[in-house]
């Protein structure tokens, strides 16, 4: 499994980013894709999971406290694509953000060696 995250830049506190996960390869064993954050000196923190739906179960979202509320993650199963909004950004929002598969759990997944593949990050950072 192959992920690609984009979406990053520079956005002003207030506003709003939509970050793209686009995942490539064995995608049918994907049960969770989550997005994490990581500034400079500090560990990486989870930010939002999606656990994928099928037929009958519907697909389930996870958040961080920092962002519930104001952050929406979503799926795009024909494009094999998890997107993450993020509203009301604030300057403490500033990291680099990764997308993460887990192809072995399904659910609330916030530790990131609950997660078998990882994206290359993208920066964004939030000016005051």
């Known amino acids: 499994v192959q992920l690609q995250a984009s979406g990053g830049g520079l956005v002003q506190a207030g506003g709003t980013m939509r970050l793209s996960c686009k995942a490539s390869?064995?995608?049918?064993?994907?049960?969770?894709t989550g997005w994490f954050r990581q500034v400079p000196g500090k560990e990486r923190e989870f930010v939002a999971a999606?656990?994928?739906?099928?037929?009958?179960?519907?697909?389930?979202?996870f958040y961080a406290d920092s962002v519930k509320g104001r952050s929406t993650v979503s799926t795009d199963g024909a494009e094999n694509t998890v997107n993450l909004q993020m509203n009301g950004l604030k300057p403490g929002d500033t990291a680099v953000y990764y997308c993460?598969?887990?192809?072995?759990?399904?659910?609330?997944?916030?530790?990131?060696?609950?997660?078998?593949?990882w994206g290359r990050g993208t920066q964004v950072t939030v000016s005051s």
């Open positions: 993460a598969a887990s192809s072995t759990h399904w659910g609330d997944l916030r530790r990131t060696k609950d997660y078998d593949y």
């Open positions: 999606i656990g994928r739906g099928t037929g009958t179960i519907t697909a389930v979202t």
């Open positions: 390869g064995d995608t049918f064993n994907i049960y969770t």
